[in-house]
Structure formats: C-alpha cells, structure tokens
C-alpha cells in the first residue's frame, strides 16, 4: 500500500513507514494513494468478522503483509465481538464496547500496537502520547506485554474520571502512567516538545500512538462491514450510519469502508456543542470556536485532527459533502436523549445517546438506521447514573482494575523534567 502525505504529495511512503512515523511532514496526514472497490462485496459480508478482517485489509494493503502475518495480527487484536443491537423497527446499535477498555479506540488501539510491533526497526521503540481519558486506556491495554515496545501516557492530573484513571494507570510493566501538573493542553505541548527534540526522539525511539496512525483507520474500516453483514439483506442497500464525532477518525474509516464498496447510503455526523463542522457543513465557514466540556467528554475537540482526510476522501471519490448529514446535541438534548433511548429498552451513554438522537431526526421513512455505541455505559458510570437514577454495574474488566493500586508518576508541565524521566 502507498500513502501520500495530503499537505506534500510529493512525500510518498510504505503502509510499514506510516505506521511508524504517524504525520507526514509539516504535521500532514498520510492517506492512501488508492482505495480499489473489493471484488465481492456479498460474499465478503457472508464471512465471519475476523476471517472478513484478513481478507480486506489484505486487500488494502496489497502484498506489503503476507497473509499468515496478517492473520495472526488481526487474531491477536480482535479477541471480542462488534453486535448489532435492534432497538427500535428500524434503528440499530452497533456495539463497539465489548473490548478490554470497553470503548471502540480498542480495535483500532490494539490493531496499530500489532503493527507497530510487527514493523519494529529500531531496538527500542517509546510510545508517548498525552490522553484527556479514553485513548490512554486504550493504548495502554493493546500496547500492554508486547516486547521492545515502552509506552509513556501523559494525563492531566486530577483532570480525569477517577475510574478511568484505574483503567491504564494500574498495569505496570511496559506502561508508564504521568499525573502532569496542567490541563490536557499542557500535555499534549509536551508531547509535541519531546517530538521536536531530535536526540530524544533518536535515542528512545519515539513514535506517537494517537488517532491520526492510518492503521487505526483500517482497522475500524472492519466494524462498518460487520455492522451491515448484521442488517437483513433487504435492508442493507437503505442504511444510514451515525457516527458520535470528535477528532473524525471513526467518520473517516467509514467513508473508507464507503469507497471500498460498502452498502452504506449515507453517514451522519453527530457532534456535542463542539461543533466546528456541522456549521461548516451548513455555512461553508470553518471556525472553531473555544472547546467547551460536556458530557461526552471524548468528542471535546473543536479542531478535528482527521477532518482534512474526510475532505481528500469525498475530492477523490466525488461526493460532495454537502451529503454528509451533520447534526449538533448540546447537553441538555444529550440528557434528554439518554432518558428517551433508556424508556426504549436501551441503556447507553452520552455518546452513543447523541448518535441515536441524530438518527431518530434524519432517518427517512423508508430507511434503517445504525448509531454507533463507541463506549460502554459503565465507562461513562457517573453522568449515567445520575441522569437515569441507576447504578450501573462495572463490566469485569472494569472492575477488576478498579481494586487495584495507582502506579503513576507525577511530574510538574515542564519539558526539562519529562525529558529527564524519558532519558533515565
Ligand atoms: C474517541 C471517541 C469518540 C470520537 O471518535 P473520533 O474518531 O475522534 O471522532 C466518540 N466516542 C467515544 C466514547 C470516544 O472515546
């Protein structure tokens, strides 16, 4: 497979080089050069999900992986299952849940550390990312016990849930957990410093492991195809899939699963009060505003880091993005939302609730609906429990890490002393 990087056509790479450097240069996004329709689609959506995995990112990325490799990565990453939930006489969930860190990052979390052990070069590889809550789990866990592989998660102290700080501050080995002293901005630009800093990036081997790595985006490409093989045949070809939004990467792997040939009639993004691009969509003016908190904490982004992949996407394939439905919920909605989807029969969390909602207002009449559900509701345990008068039980996995000790460091949000603790 080759990628090009979208801000320098001129800089060309292997799927293997993308995956290790993650941005192009001038902080480009890397995006394939070709996406070829799959042959057969059918028989393709008749194939259980990991056999159906192999087979298509085998066809994305050509004769650079071998099939055996191929085969046992996919194994080895997806270890859990993406069901269709039926919800309403049209209205599906697409349970992206049901992983170690009970949030989707996990397919493509766990599918990019398969990757980037695979394509080890270098003795020794860092991961250092900066997380506001969920990615950091998610890294943590797919990154967890995989050799020559450290992994450095940077968080604002005392800024984050208590249980999701339990989650990937607990697992100890090749996971290193910081309490920085400042908010997620603060580390998040001391990540962006230790990139900048060429020795350290040499001697330690750096490499990031946040949501703009491409495999990420092959690897949630799957679930889109998983999500229609779970639709009765005679629906498939009238599907509308919502997509809870923040940084677009999970709106951009189904656009991808679009060119591949994927039945999907139309996406909707669905966004909290960050709303940069339905305004776009609807005034052709990209203005962030400031970002604000809500409940759907994960989708806090004013400025989508994936969004200039969903413009190459739609440019290349000639679709305009006017047809990309959009919607905005502020808090109140999301709230209200969460209470009509749980008088349904489903129980869900902020996210999902505000796909489900953008659904319920766009979906035509001879339609069927699919919304993403990217978190488990007991990851989002506080806020469901006080808006529908639960107490929602920690799933296993959760529960299990929430007896165990806080292992993390704390340092103060200043580069020097960072840079001293990668080095030692
Ligand atoms: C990351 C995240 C999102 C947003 O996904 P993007 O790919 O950044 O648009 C939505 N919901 C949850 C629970 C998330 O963790």
Redesign the pocket.
Known sequence: MNLYNIKDKSEQVSFAQAVRQGLGREQGLFFPETIDPLPDVDALLELPLRERSIRLLGHLLGDEVSEATLRTMIEAAFTFPAPLAKVSERIHALELFHGPTL???DFGGRFMAQCLAAFRTNDKITILTATSG??GAAVAHAFYGLEGIEVVILYPKGKISPLQEKLFCTLGGNIRTIAIEGDFDACQALVKQAFDDEELKTTIGLNSAN?INISRLLAQVCYYFEAIAQLPKAERANAVVSV????????TAGLIAKALGLPVKRFIAATNANDTVPRYLKTGVWEPHQTVATL?N??D?SR?N?WPRVEELCRRMGWALETLGSAMRSDEQTVDALKRLYAEGYLCEP?GAIAWDALQSELAADEVGVFLC??HPAKFKESVDEILGLDVPLPGPLAKHAELPLLSHTLPAEFARLRAFLMD
């Open positions: 949030a989707f990052k969920d990615t949501s809870p939004s923040g940084n677009f990467g999970n709106l759907s994960a989708m982004v989508p994936n996210h990217t978190a």
